[in-house]
């Protein structure tokens, strides 16, 4: 079967402020790769047209030379998520940044994250499918970190479709339970969102509009973001997207904390003899 344009757009914005650095660029297998190099290379094995990384400016020179040394120039770009105040303004924020420069599907994903290697193909099968608004959604349990408390999507699913998500911070194992910082307690299983979206290029239109709007009555604010999930959230609640879900088997890491490194590097050596070739072949 064809496969459908569609973009990978990774989001590499954040400040690391419980890592302590600039996690997107810390180095991961032999060749020294960045952690998203992996689902670049997902993403050209499932047919993906192109990658767009959002990031900081500082980060845009380094990230480019790297992405150049095995992607042709038109495979890639790297945008700059532009701001006046030395937080990020958020994930919605960060993508808003795409519009004008791509129209098709994109499959959105964290850098910081590893999503497993057939993600990349899934959101391929969903587009084949004539699916082009999804959530890649993952279980709870897994995705926590040993290091310290995280916030995760929380999604309610009925019939395939995701009828609401929350986002929950402060999420942690307690022994054999989890909880969150209101002492709410979840299952091992309970499916959440880990940044990973199938969405239409027309989403681009309506999120800008959030985003100004949102710019537009917190530009005083110092810490308000403006998160994708809660934005989706809103455009479900108004019947104004209507959202499948597709459930991704275990394979999730990420590196929250400075101590979740040594672990996620391990893993990708691992990848690196079974999955992964430790040299990239050229894109393209």
């Given amino acids: 079967m064809q496969t459908i344009k569609s973009a990978l757009v990774i989001l590499a914005g954040g400040l690391g402020t419980r890592f302590g650095g600039d996690k997107q660029i810390a180095p991961f297998g032999q060749q020294g790769h960045f952690l998203f190099e992996y689902a670049c290379y997902d993403a050209m094995c499932a047919g993906f047209e192109k990658v767009f990384v959002i990031t900081r400016k500082e980060m845009k020179a380094l990230i480019e030379q790297q992405l150049s040394s095995w992607m042709h120039p038109n495979r890639f770009q790297v945008l700059i998520q532009e701001q006046d105040r030395p937080k990020p303004w958020g994930t919605a924020h960060a993508l808003h940044f795409l519009k004008d420069h791509w129209q098709d599907p994109f499959l959105i994903l964290n850098a910081d994250d590893y999503y497993g290697s057939t993600i990349c193909q899934r959101a391929m099968e969903l587009l084949n499918k004539g699916i082009n608004t999804a959530a890649l959604v993952f279980e709870l349990g897994p995705t926590l970190s040993v290091n310290g408390p995280v916030a995760r999507g929380i999604c309610n699913i009925e019939n395939e ?21 209101l002492k709410r307690s979840y299952k091992s299983n309970q499916p959440v969102s880990m940044n990973a979206w199938l969405l239409p290029g027309t989403f681009l239109e309506k999120l800008e509009q959030k985003v100004l709007a949102f710019l537009s009555n ?34 999730w890491f990420g590196i929250t904390y400075a101590q979740d490194l040594e672990s996620a590097q391990m893993q990708i050596e691992e990848l690196e003899k079974t999955i992964y070739p430790t040299i990239f072949p050229q894109w393209i």
């Fill in 161 to 181: 479709i995701l009828l609401e998500i929350e986002e929950v911070l402060q999420i942690q194992r307690k022994g054999e339970l989890i909880f969150d910082e």
């Fill in 218 to 251: 917190n530009i005083e604010d110092p810490k308000a973001e403006i998160y994708l999930p809660r934005v989706i959230n809103e455009f479900i609640s108004d019947e104004q997207m209507l959202v499948s879900t597709m459930s991704i088997s275990s394979g």
